[in-house]
């Protein structure tokens, strides 16, 4: 069964990902983990074009993308159970909000506080600040706000997921769906008790799975 707008949106979804990942990994490769605050700093100071400026430019493409991919999961999908539909959908608006506002905040505030820092009546403010704006350090609050949107979008990836296994053809991306929505589930438990191995690692767990869901999605709805 062919459904060449939530394909398309599945395919860009799942290109931007891997494209976002392949950024992360060759950051990795140029900086080392960025596990601490002097490295986020210098990540944000360098602020690189493409190591920096357009890895937040993709991600702000991606949360777009992902807002577009789950309205048309609504649309396909509503038939099954309208009223859990409606009801998941009106997480996906809160997820954007909270991750717009972490990459937004690397591109627009993050620059102008790096600036502050070298201002002597500023630098105070500013580096307590970025402190708290710098997302690729773990424990930054915009980090967290990162985080807490995808535990947000595995609400509706679950309830779609379980939808979409009601569908002989959609089952496999369906079933993936699932799996990666409880990996997201667990980041917000991560958040709530503070133990950041269960906010990282299911983040990257469930990021695999979600990348297999969207490409196996797109595949099966554009064929």
Not at 20 to 32: E, T
Not at 101 to 108: A, D, E, G, H, K
Not at 196 to 218: E, Y
Request: charged residues 10%; glycine residues 8%.
């Amino acid at each position: 069964m062919k459904n060449k707008p939530v394909g398309t949106l599945a395919l860009i979804v799942f290109l931007l990902t891997v494209f976002w990942l392949g950024q992360m990994i060759l950051v990795n490769i140029r900086l080392g983990t960025i596990d601490n605050f002097e490295k986020a700093l210098i990540y944000a100071t360098e602020r690189h074009w493409f190591y920096y400026t357009f890895v937040y430019v993709n991600a702000l493409l991606l949360t777009l993308a992902n807002v577009l991919f789950y309205g048309s999961l609504y649309g396909m999908l509503k038939k099954h159970q309208p009223e859990w539909a409606a009801a998941v959908f009106a997480i996906v608006p809160l997820y954007g909000i909270f991750a717009l506002s972490s990459y937004l905040s690397q591109l627009v505030l993050v620059p102008i506080l790096i600036n502050q820092v070298a201002d002597p009546q500023l630098q105070n403010f500013a580096s307590g600040a970025l402190q708290h704006l710098l997302q690729m350090w773990p424990h930054s609050t915009i980090g967290l706000f990162d985080q807490f949107s995808y535990f947000l979008l595995g609400f509706p990836g679950f309830i779609y997921g379980l939808m979409m296994m009601k569908e002989p053809y959609l089952r496999v991306p369906g079933i993936l769906f699932v799996i990666s929505g409880g990996f997201c589930f667990l980041i917000g438990i991560g958040i709530v008790m503070n133990v950041m191995a269960l906010v990282g690692i299911p983040s990257m767990i469930g990021g695999i799975f979600s990348i297999a869901a969207t490409g196996i999605l797109a595949w099966k709805l554009l064929k």
